[in-house]
């Protein structure tokens, strides 16, 4: 059985910097994309990085230079998250797909069911 579970979130003062993990447990697929995702009240959710399952990695633009994707040899997803701004202010998700997927873009995650979630952890920046 694959699980998901976040951790890290908290609450940082603008300028500040946080590490979000995703553990995933069971997920034997080693060379697939991951990424993580974010939601705040009344938004939909949207990406903020994803890694190719040829460690190649990508940005939205709002988090481009601030944040950094990597994952480790056992499928641990993080996110470093850098200079953060009161709107990275959201709950924070990472995702994988059911499959061996190594290319993928931000959409596979947001419009197909075929994917693993975990329960999020929430990132506040105050100003």
């Known amino acids: 059985q694959v699980q998901l579970v976040e951790f890290g979130g908290g609450s940082v003062q603008a300028g500040g910097s946080l590490r979000l993990s995703c553990k995933a447990s069971?997920?034997?697929?080693?060379?697939?994309?991951m990424g993580w995702f974010r939601q705040s009240p009344g938004n939909q959710r949207e990406g903020a990085a994803r890694?190719?399952?040829?460690?190649?990695t990508v940005y939205a633009a709002s988090v481009k230079g601030r944040f950094t994707i990597s994952k480790d040899d056992d499928n641990t997803l993080y996110l470093q998250m850098d200079n953060l701004k009161p709107e990275d202010t959201a709950m924070y998700y990472c995702?994988?797909?059911?499959?061996?997927?190594?290319?993928?873009?931000?959409?596979?995650?947001?419009?197909?069911?075929?994917?693993?979630w975990g329960q999020g952890t929430q990132v506040t920046v105050s100003s």
């Open positions: 890694m190719n399952g040829v460690g190649e």
């Open positions: 069971g997920y034997t697929y080693t060379r697939s994309c």
């Open positions: 995702a994988a797909p059911h499959d061996d997927v190594v290319w993928c873009q931000f959409n596979r995650f947001l419009r197909q069911s075929d994917n693993y």
